[in-house]
């Protein structure tokens, strides 16, 4: 499974993005999908997940209600809508595979490239 994360930038506090991950490669379809951030001198930590499939989505609660996670099962896309942004959403977002619809990164096997995001006050 390939990834390529895209759609990261410079955005005012309040302002939208949505970023974008491309897949390719075998057997895809069967994998969990999630996004992740690392902002600096910080883990890594979960942003949301959906299954490929089924779409069945789980968000973080430090993003729910202002993030959505979908799919393009046409096109091989992932997406990652994010609303209402804050500094504090400043990070590289990565978008990743796994078997399984999870918040834990050690469970996802496939890793794209990463894109920043840098919000502005």
């Known amino acids: 499974v390939q990834l390529q994360a895209s759609g990261g930038g410079l955005v005012q506090a309040g302002g939208s993005l949505r970023l974008s991950c491309a897949a390719s490669g075998r057997a895809f379809s069967s994998y969990a999908m999630g996004w992740f951030r690392q902002a600096p001198e910080k883990a890594r930590e979960f942003v949301a997940a959906?299954?490929?499939?089924?779409?069945?989505?789980n968000v973080a609660d430090s993003v729910k209600g202002r993030a959505t996670i979908s799919r393009d099962t046409a096109k091989n896309i992932l997406y990652l809508q994010m609303n209402n942004l804050k500094p504090e959403d400043t990070a590289v977002y990565y978008c990743?595979?796994?078997?399984?619809?999870?918040?834990?990164?050690?469970?996802?096997?496939?890793w794209g490239q990463g894109t920043q995001v840098t919000v502005s006050s």
């Open positions: 959906i299954t490929w499939k089924g779409g069945v989505d």
């Open positions: 990743a595979a796994g078997s399984l619809n999870s918040e834990y990164e050690a469970l996802y096997d496939h």
